[in-house]
């Protein structure tokens, strides 16, 4: 029979033998990965470089690995974002991918494969003779004159001029007509025009004249006038069009988000009148019903308006502070708390109420006015009665 110490220095040694043989395993397992690229051996350097730590192992053969590893975010960016501007004939995607991979090789040497430059300088060939065929149609989308940005500047000028102070925010257009006088398609037509012929295989020269024929569009349902359906028609297809398929040009990419935001301030008015018309409190004065009164059917309302920021007009901002105000009266009328429905009340008169809010207001007012009278009788009649007994009341 083995001595305690003889079993513990055994059960020792083995714990040694396999550590040994653990760390003599992590590091055959990262000189293995010595000539592969960490972008393409991702997982295998990950699982080598969390095995080491794990073994608290240090070195130069760690180091080095986990040095390789450290790169491969940006070395994995080049390489993607060189394949997608080959794919979609990019110029400035490969341009400025291709000068990633140059900085990336001198420290790490290829980090592409030689095939994959020679097509991104084929590539940029053909962009190039598309240019030429395309810069009068790349220019005229790019150009501010015409387009809805002018328009927005023009009629911002103008709103402040007629109030005295600066105008802005996307609906500060629509107060002075949207600057419709402005909008014109005349230099897009004429450059799609010359564009017609020529040869187009890159889809970034393909999105482009794509992009031509939505400001087209955008535009002229604008100038259009009080046909909204076709502006918000025009609207989310130039929309769907950069959201989902990325397939709006960088130059337009203003000029349809100055649309869209015209767009989604003219509906938050439709939002805030719908909002008020539900969750009201109903009945005469005096039964006010408040059980069914909803204050949180303004919530959402009031948080899109919030979302739009400053692209949200200047009359609707005040409209938000009336959402905001209703919200806080209905919260008043269902708790009884007919203090703060008064002052509900007085701040709304400092504001402009829609029409649809003018009722709810009044009848809030009333009710608190009942309040206030049922609550002065109350204390009238409780002071200053007679006193005694029945046949002997101190009058």
């Not at 393409?40 to 608290?56: G, N, Q, S, T, V």
């Not at 349902?221 to 130039?238: N, Q, Y």
Request: proline share 3%.
């Amino acid at each position: 029979q083995r001595a305690p110490f003889v079993v513990r220095q055994v059960a020792e040694a083995e714990r040694l033998r396999s550590r040994l043989q653990d760390e003599r395993d992590c590091r055959s397992r990262l000189a293995s990965l010595a000539g592969s690229d960490p972008v393409d051996a991702f997982e295998e350097y990950k699982e080598a470089i969390a095995w080491a730590d794990r073994l608290e192992l240090t070195g130069e053969d760690v180091q080095a690995v986990k040095g390789r590893f450290a790169t491969v975010r940006d070395r994995k960016e080049a390489k993607e974002e060189l394949s997608k501007g080959i794919r979609n004939g990019d110029r400035l995607l490969i341009e400025t991918a291709m000068a990633k991979v140059r900085e990336l090789s001198e420290s790490w040497g290829p980090i592409v494969p030689a095939e994959t430059l020679r097509q991104a300088e084929a590539t940029l060939e053909v962009i190039r003779k598309e240019d030429e065929a395309l810069a009068g149609l790349r220019a005229a989308v790019s150009d501010p004159a015409g387009s809805l940005l002018q328009a927005k500047e023009v009629a911002r000028r103008e709103a402040a001029r007629e109030a005295g102070s600066d105008g802005g925010g996307a609906g500060a257009a629509a107060s002075a007509g949207m600057g419709i006088g402005v909008l014109s398609t005349d230099l897009l037509d004429a450059a799609m025009a010359r564009a017609r012929d020529a040869t187009v295989s890159t889809k970034v020269g393909k999105d482009l004249i794509k992009t031509a024929e939505l400001l087209v569009e955008l535009r002229s349902a604008f100038k259009a006038g009080p046909d909204w359906e076709r502006v918000e028609a025009a609207v989310a297809a130039a929309v769907a069009a950069r959201d989902e398929h990325e397939g709006v040009s960088r130059e337009a990419l203003a000029e349809v988000a100055r649309a869209e935001a015209e767009v989604n301030d003219r509906k938050f008015v439709a939002l805030v009148e719908s909002a008020l018309k539900r969750g009201r409190a109903t009945g005469p004065v005096g039964e006010l019903d408040t059980a069914h009164c909803d204050p949180d059917v303004l919530t959402p309302v009031i948080e899109r308006g919030e979302s739009l920021g400053e692209d949200l007009s200047p009359p609707n901002r005040a409209l938000l502070e009336v959402a905001r105000l209703m919200r806080r009266l209905r919260v008043a009328l269902k708790a009884h708390d007919f203090a703060s429905v008064r002052r509900c009340v007085g701040e709304a008169m400092r504001l402009l109420v829609p029409g649809v809010a003018v009722e709810e207001l009044r009848a809030a007012k009333e009710e608190a006015d009942d309040h206030a009278i049922c609550a002065q009788l109350h204390d009238a009649l409780s002071r200053g009665g007679a006193e005694g007994t029945v046949g002997a009341l101190d009058g």
